[in-house]
């Protein structure tokens, strides 16, 4: 069974960074797009960021563009969301997704058009 699996959440200090990764593990995920998205306590789960699979290109939300970088790395099956000038508003649960079907827009910034979710790492940032 396809998985996504998140990693590199922790506990920082405001004005300090973190690297997230996401790796698909039990086989091959075919994705037009991945995506990163957060949820904190007592709020909708928001849009972060988003890549294209192929050709690379990114989308990012206006509360952390300019502090946050996603990338892929196609060889390992891997999105990672590098996370500098960190605020104590960016605690929340971090999500990864996929999206596998074509015919999308693009950028895609809704949870529902994601039809592959990891389970969350936790990033808490202190003030």
């Known amino acids: 069974q396809v998985q996504l699996v998140e990693s590199g959440g922790g506990l920082v200090q405001a004005g300090g960074s973190l690297r997230l990764s996401c790796a698909v593990s039990?086989?091959?995920?075919?994705?037009?797009?991945m995506g990163w998205f957060r949820q904190a306590p007592g709020k909708e789960r928001e849009f972060v960021a988003a890549?294209?699979?192929?050709?690379?290109?990114?989308y990012y939300a206006d509360s952390v563009k300019g502090r946050f970088t996603i990338s892929r790395d196609n060889a390992k099956n891997t999105m990672y969301l590098q996370m500098n000038s960190l605020k104590p508003e960016d605690t929340a649960v971090y999500f990864c997704?996929?999206?596998?079907?074509?015919?999308?827009?693009?950028?895609?910034?809704?949870?529902?058009?994601?039809?592959?979710w990891g389970q969350g790492t936790q990033v808490t940032v202190s003030s």
């Open positions: 997704a996929a999206q596998t079907y074509a015919g999308t827009r693009w950028p895609s910034v809704n949870s529902y058009e994601y039809n592959y």
């Open positions: 039990g086989g091959t995920l075919r994705s037009y797009a």
């Open positions: 890549i294209r699979w192929s050709g690379g290109s990114t």
